[in-house]
């Protein structure tokens, strides 16, 4: 499962984004 897929994990930037 990817928790970046509906958005940053509870506790991080809303603007973070994970290495593609």
Do not use: H, K, V
């Not at 928790?3 to 506790?11: E, Q, S, V």
Request: charged share 20%; net charge positive.
């Amino acid at each position: 499962m990817d928790p970046y897929r509906f958005g940053p994990p509870r506790g991080l930037s809303p603007s973070y984004r994970p290495p593609a």
